[in-house]
């Protein structure tokens, strides 16, 4: 687990170091799954104040087994993710800016171009909005189950964030360090999304053949975008 609360650290610590969150906005978890442990960031502590040491380490039931704080706020969201989606290995949530206006907007955001297309396979969704009782009672797990509800049977690799509807996004992938690429990645297509549907209110999206073209570089069986 050492080497796991040194991941999840040093990707909790690439947060601000992204501009992604601001105060204490935004934690990163991991998982592994041969030990069915999950570590994640302490709930309310300060990024400058972070030490690995305080990561905190629960089971997939959500108790802590490890670790001197409260886990995040957020944990049973991150759990239900992991549960439902054995793909998963890391997931990210944060209140990047540009991905958050899209939420508080209640909108997916839409894929207008290439550099969205190389990461997400079409829009990334916006989930519905909560019912006053699914945020009353059981407010966070509620909060797994509407993503999940929106991702549904689909791959969540090849759409790898979404935005909580009037929340923010949640991102993931195989490990911590790659959640947090998704997490960079879908803030700066959230804000180039936002001033192209300004420069053009009329705008059409990406075409299905560009888009496909260039998510296949790089995913699934005939990728060859890099040097593998
Ligand atoms: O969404 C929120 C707060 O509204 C939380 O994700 C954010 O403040 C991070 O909380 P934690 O410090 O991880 O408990």
Redesign the pocket.
């Known amino acids: 687990m050492k080497q796991l609360k040194q991941q999840v650290y040093e990707a909790n610590m690439d947060l601000p170091r992204h501009g992604l969150v601001t105060f204490?906005?935004?934690?990163v978890s991991a998982i592994d799954r041969e030990r069915q442990l999950v570590v994640i960031?302490?709930?309310?502590?300060a990024y400058q104040d972070m030490k690995v040491e305080d990561m905190v380490t629960v089971n997939l039931d959500g108790e802590r087994v490890e670790g001197h704080y409260k886990p995040?706020?957020?944990t049973s969201t991150h759990l239900e993710l992991y549960r439902r989606y054995q793909q998963l290995g890391g997931i990210v949530?944060t209140?990047s800016t540009y991905a958050t206006a899209w939420a508080q907007a209640g909108m997916s955001i839409p894929a207008l171009g290439t550099t969205h297309a190389d990461y997400f396979s079409g829009d990334i969704p916006c989930t519905r909005a909560l019912t006053a009782d699914e945020v009353n009672s059981e407010y966070e797990l509620n909060t797994g189950k509407v993503i999940v509800e929106t991702v549904g049977e689909s791959n969540p690799l090849y759409t790898p964030g979404i935005v909580v509807y009037q929340?923010?996004p949640f991102s993931w992938g195989i490990n911590a360090d790659e959640a947090v690429h998704n997490a960079v990645v879908m803030e700066e297509v959230a804000k180039m999304a936002w001033i192209a549907c300004s420069i053009n209110p009329h705008l059409r999206p990406i075409d299905n053949y560009l888009l496909n073209k260039h998510f296949l570089r790089k995913h699934g069986p005939n990728a060859y975008y890099g040097q593998s």
């Not at 204490?24 to 934690?27: A, C």
């Not at 960031?41 to 502590?45: D, I, L, R, T």
């Open positions: 204490t906005w935004g934690n960031k302490p709930s309310g502590v995040s706020s957020d949530h209140h929340h923010g």
